[in-house]
């Protein structure tokens, strides 16, 4: 088992940053890649953002290319999110997911949230104008 804590999120204006954390913890061997997700009221739950345990390697959705960065720590069991220049279509609430995949793994699956099978609780990001 996996488990994960969110924090970080808050209520911030159109163009400023925030950054989100996952605390990591139980079998942190189970799984080798680690996603943050948003989900907006009405709609489906998309990555924003991906890392592979093993190297730090990161993989965005084009939309988030150059805004937000994840990156995880030395003993790999925080993963952070910087989000800047955010933008109101960037509100909801963001998860934190752990899975495993294996096979071939391309960069559209490692975005799939279904490929992701521990989450955390979430944290809501509010961004007004």
């Known amino acids: 088992q996996v488990q994960l804590v969110e924090s970080g999120g808050g209520s911030v204006q159109a163009g400023g940053s925030l950054r989100l954390s996952c605390e990591i913890s139980?079998?942190?061997?189970?799984?080798?890649?680690v996603g943050w997700f948003r989900q907006a009221p009405g709609k489906e739950r998309e990555a924003v953002a991906v890392?592979?345990?093993?190297?730090?390697?990161?993989y965005y959705p084009d939309s988030k290319k150059g805004r937000f960065t994840v990156s995880q720590d030395a003993a790999k069991t925080t993963v952070s999110l910087q989000m800047d220049r955010l933008q109101q279509e960037d509100s909801g609430i963001y998860y934190c997911?752990?899975?495993?995949?294996?096979?071939?793994?391309?960069?559209?699956?490692?975005?799939?949230?279904?490929?992701?099978?521990?989450w955390g609780q979430g944290t809501q990001v509010t961004v007004s104008s």
């Open positions: 890392v592979a345990r093993r190297d730090g390697r990161a």
């Open positions: 997911a752990a899975g495993t995949l294996t096979g071939g793994i391309t960069t559209s699956r490692r975005l799939r949230p279904g490929e992701y099978h521990y």
């Open positions: 139980g079998d942190i061997l189970s799984y080798n890649y």
